[in-house]
């Protein structure tokens, strides 16, 4: 414990315990308080006094101790002021971001579940915003085969291969001043939600050197709150206001992916030092459904007095998990993976040979939407990495996106399409002129 006193009537008080059980568990805890005082006492309008406090724990737990189970925390909060007017370290002084986490694990030994429980806070000294999660929890099964038999012996049946997995998730949020901590104002921003999580797929093998894979996904999520936002004309402004209650959403899609697996290789000549180089084509294609069941989460509001200035609105709009996507899709999706590896000759390697990846991976992936009206081909997705020396990662993306081309006749009804087309189109023109106009996909 350490104490301070100053001759002007300011103190601080700071308790630094720390414990530890040994093969068990281990932390620390320091505790400050700070009462600082700016002024003259004399003079009302030029005295000030600041109360202040700041706390830091860290507890970590030995790993074998308790399989399976583990506890950790990191905390770190208190006043905005406390810094500027307690420590005289610049690097503490300069860092106004105070974070915190305290997180449970737990897995059952010879079961398929998970549990995860956490708490999160974010504190930000200099805007004075704080945001905590509490509790967050996660709770997951991996997937199971409830049809398939105990004990079995051979292939099996298809039906034995279905396999189920689930996964829950559980948020509380809230971001307010630190000035309403405990106060009402603190819980009326709370944000709760929940999301489950279902996917059931299962593979087969067909055409002996293809893999089929069905599958159906189930998505569900419950708020306590939605958001409603209407226009107010009075005061030139859109007004906010949540609504108490029990609101549930559901999102469903299903699809089937055929897949395989193409192997090349390249033999050297004896005697060289490169013995071979082989070429791995990994092609999937997919097809999917995905219905739009969001047309009831969604109205128009208006945001101005402009005669287009309407958006499209959700009730969830800023929730913990968000809304639910829009739009049907049903389409085919595709991607294209390759491995490039070479065979060296090792005098150390007891096989006299040494594997060396010159690529783990690249390739492009992209999808066609089958019952989208425009814009149907998606942007091309391409990727590549590897691993320099077993020691540096270097891995590169990017988007590839297909431009055609439109012809638009000045004079002519407007320009073909729905509407997406308006971008390059002349302010100006004289009838008979054409112009050549870009368009995506």
């Given at each position: 414990?350490?104490?301070?006193?100053?001759?002007?009537?300011?103190?601080?008080?700071?308790?630094?315990?720390?414990?530890?059980?040994?093969?068990?568990?281990?932390?620390?805890?320091?505790?400050?308080?700070?009462?600082?005082?700016?002024?003259?006492?004399?003079?009302?309008?030029?005295?000030?006094?600041?109360?202040?406090?700041?706390?830091?724990?860290?507890?970590?737990?030995?790993?074998?101790?308790?399989?399976?189970?583990?506890?950790?925390a990191n905390v770190h909060f208190g006043t905005s002021?406390?810094?500027?007017?307690?420590?005289?370290?610049?690097?503490?002084?300069?860092?106004?971001?105070?974070?915190?986490?305290?997180?449970?694990?737990?897995?059952?030994?010879?079961?398929?579940?998970?549990?995860?429980?956490?708490?999160?806070?974010?504190?930000?000294?200099?805007?004075?915003?704080?945001?905590?999660?509490?509790?967050?929890?996660?709770?997951?099964?991996?997937?199971?085969?409830?049809?398939?038999?105990?004990?079995?012996?051979?292939?099996?049946?298809?039906?034995?291969?279905?396999?189920?997995?689930?996964?829950?998730?559980?948020?509380?949020?809230?971001?307010?001043?630190?000035?309403?901590?405990?106060?009402?104002?603190?819980?009326?921003?709370?944000?709760?939600?929940?999301?489950?999580?279902?996917?059931?797929?299962?593979?087969?093998?067909?055409?002996?050197?293809?893999?089929?894979?069905?599958?159906?996904?189930?998505?569900?999520?419950?708020?306590?709150?939605?958001?409603?936002?209407?226009?107010?004309?009075?005061?030139?402004?859109?007004?906010?206001?949540?609504?108490?209650?029990?609101?549930?959403?559901?999102?469903?899609?299903?699809?089937?992916?055929?897949?395989?697996?193409?192997?090349?290789?390249?033999?050297?000549?004896?005697?060289?030092?490169?013995?071979?180089?082989?070429?791995?084509?990994?092609?999937?294609?997919?097809?999917?459904?995905?219905?739009?069941?969001?047309?009831?989460?969604?109205?128009?509001?208006?945001?101005?007095?402009?005669?287009?200035?309407?958006?499209?609105?959700?009730?969830?709009?800023?929730?913990?998990?968000?809304?639910?996507?829009?739009?049907?899709?049903?389409?085919?999706?595709?991607?294209?993976?390759?491995?490039?590896?070479?065979?060296?000759?090792?005098?150390?390697?007891?096989?006299?040979?040494?594997?060396?990846?010159?690529?783990?991976?690249?390739?492009?992936?992209?999808?066609?939407?089958?019952?989208?009206?425009?814009?149907?081909?998606?942007?091309?997705?391409?990727?590549?990495?590897?691993?320099?020396?077993?020691?540096?990662?270097?891995?590169?993306?990017?988007?590839?996106?297909?431009?055609?081309?439109?012809?638009?006749?000045?004079?002519?009804?407007?320009?073909?399409?729905?509407?997406?087309?308006?971008?390059?189109?002349?302010?100006?023109?004289?009838?008979?002129?054409?112009?050549?106009?870009?368009?995506?996909?």
């Amino acid at each position: 414990m350490r104490g301070n006193v100053y001759s002007y009537g300011s103190w601080g008080l700071t308790m630094s315990p720390t414990y530890r059980k040994r093969y068990r568990y281990n932390g620390g805890l320091n505790i400050s308080i700070a009462n600082t005082r700016f002024g003259d006492k004399e003079v009302k309008e030029d005295f000030s006094v600041s109360r202040d406090f700041n706390v830091t724990w860290n507890h970590s737990m030995d790993s074998k101790a308790r399989p399976g189970t583990n506890f950790s925390a990191n905390v770190h909060f208190g006043t905005s002021n406390y810094n500027s007017y307690n420590v005289t370290d610049y690097q503490t002084r300069l860092n106004n971001i105070l974070t915190s986490s305290i997180a449970y694990s737990k897995s059952w030994q010879g079961k398929p579940y998970n549990l995860t429980l956490s708490l999160n806070h974010s504190q930000n000294t200099l805007t004075r915003d704080v945001t905590i999660t509490a509790p967050e929890a996660a709770f997951t099964v991996n997937t199971i085969y409830p049809f398939q038999r105990d004990g079995g012996v051979g292939l099996g049946k298809w039906y034995e291969k279905i396999g189920i997995s689930y996964t829950g998730n559980l948020r509380n949020t809230t971001t307010f001043k630190d000035s309403m901590f405990a106060k009402p104002a603190m819980f009326d921003r709370l944000q709760t939600g929940m999301q489950h999580q279902i996917p059931i797929s299962f593979s087969i093998p067909v055409f002996k050197n293809f893999t089929l894979s069905p599958s159906v996904s189930y998505a569900e999520k419950w708020y306590t709150k939605r958001l409603n936002q209407t226009w107010n004309a009075a005061d030139y402004k859109v007004d906010s206001v949540y609504e108490s209650g029990f609101y549930s959403m559901r999102e469903v899609s299903t699809g089937m992916s055929l897949a395989t697996a193409l192997y090349g290789m390249y033999q050297f000549k004896k005697g060289s030092k490169v013995d071979a180089i082989r070429h791995v084509i990994r092609p999937t294609a997919s097809i999917s459904y995905k219905p739009d069941l969001s047309a009831q989460y969604y109205y128009n509001l208006r945001y101005d007095t402009g005669a287009n200035a309407i958006r499209q609105a959700s009730y969830f709009d800023g929730s913990v998990f968000g809304p639910p996507s829009q739009g049907t899709f049903g389409g085919i999706s595709f991607s294209l993976d390759n491995n490039l590896e070479m065979r060296m000759k090792s005098k150390k390697d007891t096989s006299g040979f040494k594997k060396v990846k010159l690529l783990d991976g690249f390739g492009l992936n992209g999808s066609y939407n089958l019952v989208a009206d425009s814009f149907r081909l998606s942007t091309f997705s391409i990727y590549a990495r590897t691993n320099l020396f077993d020691k540096v990662n270097i891995s590169a993306n990017g988007t590839w996106t297909l431009t055609s081309w439109i012809l638009w006749a000045a004079g002519s009804t407007g320009i073909p399409g729905r509407g997406q087309y308006e971008t390059g189109a002349p302010d100006q023109y004289e009838r008979g002129d054409q112009y050549l106009i870009p368009v995506a996909g």
